[in-house]
């Protein structure tokens, strides 16, 4: 499983760096950030929540 992260990162993080970006001036720009800020704290969440049942199961 180690390999496997470590060669997809290896792939994906040369495209990443490339990346032009986009415009920050547009007016949908903070709400898509905004979007995105919120999706990524809800998988955070839920991945905290599903790693505090499994160790409270566990004891």
Partial sequence: ??????????????P????PGHD???WA???VHL??????FAVA?????VIYRKANKES
């Fill in 45 to 49: 969440t839920s991945a905290a929540i």
């Fill in 29 to 31: 720009s903070d709400w």
């Fill in 16 to 19: 990443l760096l490339a990346h």
């Fill in 1 to 14: 499983m180690k390999k496997l992260l470590g060669s997809s990162l290896a792939l994906v993080s040369s």
């Fill in 24 to 26: 920050h001036q547009h």
């Fill in 35 to 40: 979007s995105l800020a919120l999706g990524v």
